[in-house]
């Protein structure tokens, strides 16, 4: 897979090439290309190797969410970095991994949870919630409402206290989450979206134009769908935060594109749609980027620095 027929009218980043290119000498493949179970395998794999690590001091605990439609709870990881002891009231950020719905796990993101809590500085609660194909639409999007409905009753539990704003955050269809869980709980912070998967439907000039760009291909998004959401719900408001009628009770939103992304355009048209509904929303595009680049900090060093200095500036601006 090339960029070549992109150069004439884009600028890769030079880590963007250099991410595929090793990629391409590790043998990855392309998650259409391989079972679910592979795919979840390979996804793990690039974040050990492309993530990296960052220093953090603080603590790193588990709990989990008591929820009706599972058993033994939904698990999620809470980081407190050292510097919420320097805030009167610290934020608390839900964060929601990207992955298309199929793949991705807390372990994917967990350098970026740590980057956000020492940073902002903020509690961060990293969520691992129910993957398709083996629970299909609207399973994770009940998930994330669960987990945020209990941070917000259970700050002191995590560190935060009772005045803390509680905010939300993910990647990709974690972003997407995110975004519903604004329309259907109230009384939250901030909403961060980094490249939004917000309009399944995906009718956008950029789904076209990058539909064969590596990163994620029209045949990758093709392939979560059908594992995730049948055809005839794609136009549901449940399903695709664009289709929302009421968006009085929305907070703030910082929404970060990838330029070189099948998903760019309906991000771009959210933040317009935000707007013109009176909600605050700032856009914040890194150029020479495809999808998948913002977890992945230990690679995209200089990529993912403005982009997760934009998402710490928002939380501290807003908690």
Sequence with gaps: MSFDKFKPKYKIHEETESYFKLRAEAGMKSYDQVTVEEAREGNIANAKRFAGTTEFEGTVKEFSVPSKQCIDGIPITVYRSKHCDLCVAP???VYFHGGGNVVGCRQTVDTICRIFSRDAPC????????LAPEHRWPSNHEDAICVVRWVK???GLIGAVNRSTVGVGGDGEGSRMAALVCHEVSDLGYQVLVYPS???RRNYKSAEEFAEMPGLTKKMTDWF????I???DLSNARASPLLQTNFDTLPPALIIIAELDVLRDEGIAYHEKLKEEGVKSQIFTVKGVTHGFFHL???FKECCLRAHEKVSKFIKANS
Excluded: I
Excluded at 123 to 130: D, L, P
Excluded at 225 to 228: I, N, V
């Design 153 to 155: 009753m259970n700050k």
């Design 225 to 228: 769908m059908g594992h995730y």
């Design 91 to 93: 934020s608390v950020f």
């Design 230 to 232: 049948d055809h005839s």
């Design 297 to 299: 900090p230990g690679h």
């Design 123 to 130: 509690v961060v609660v990293n969520v691992e919630y129910r």
């Design 198 to 200: 917000v309009d399944l």
